[in-house]
């Protein structure tokens, strides 16, 4: 089946730094993305929806000056985490899903620990 | 999409049938029934969908009632690697590349030994 790849799977970061975690389609084109959020014991909650060659759609409450969504290529999208702060650590994950296809495909998650 | 009652937390013994219940009361006559699980720190899995006849796949099974109000999701011989957090979602449409996904609290499901 079709695989969403996210890279880094954890990262630890300073209080007022930036983290890039990276979305990969390995074997297939997303024209769309989507990257969640979820804190401890919480359920995911959808962040934003990732536009291959324009801008993101955020969800409300999400700032989108802090968290930056670039989808450059078909099978890429970014998530940067700007001036990061200990409130920001989470679980973030993307999908991506085949044209026409019923299910989204899900990467592993990258745990961001801001300290 | 229409919401969705899931029991928080079920537990099943390993090799027995574990049958977790979903009541989605106010769908529409559009809206598929989605599946998903979600292993500890991992990203979520897609298990089976339907409309509104019952689907069967190498994973599980989906029953639907006939009114459509409420479904079960069911692992036929569950496993230890099956404790997970279950989702059932409802949503409009079976496919489309614009496939963002509303997730509730889900039912933590625990196979024991």
């Known amino acids: 089946g079709a695989v969403v790849s996210q890279h880094p799977s954890r990262v630890i970061c300073k209080s007022g730094t930036s983290v890039k975690i990276e979305c990969r389609s390995l074997d297939f084109q997303a024209t769309t993305m989507f990257w969640y959020r979820q804190f401890p014991k919480k359920s995911l909650m959808l962040m934003a929806t990732?536009?291959?060659?324009?801008?993101?759609?955020?969800e409300q409450g999400v700032e989108k000056d802090k968290f930056l969504i670039n989808h450059a290529s078909l099978t890429l999208s970014t998530l940067t985490v700007t001036s990061a702060h200990p409130e920001d650590s989470s679980f973030y994950i993307c999908s991506a899903s085949l044209p026409g296809a019923p299910e989204a495909f899900f990467g592993q998650g990258t745990r961001l620990t801001v300290v | 999409d229409a919401k969705t009652t899931q029991p928080p937390s079920m537990d099943c013994a390993e090799g027995r049938a574990a049958n977790l219940p979903c009541n989605h009361s106010t769908i529409s006559g559009n809206e598929y029934v989605y599946w998903y699980r979600q292993i500890h720190s991992q990203g979520p899995q897609y298990i089976i969908h339907g409309l509104k006849n019952n689907e069967t796949n190498e994973m599980a099974s989906l029953i639907i009632t006939e009114d459509r109000k409420s479904s079960t999701l069911i692992l036929p011989h569950a496993t230890l690697r099956d404790t997970a957090v279950y989702y059932c979602i409802v949503r409009v449409s079976s496919g489309g590349s614009n496939y963002k996904l509303t997730f509730g609290k889900g039912t933590l499901l625990t196979v024991n030994p």
């Open positions: 990732s536009n291959e060659g324009s801008k993101a759609t955020y």
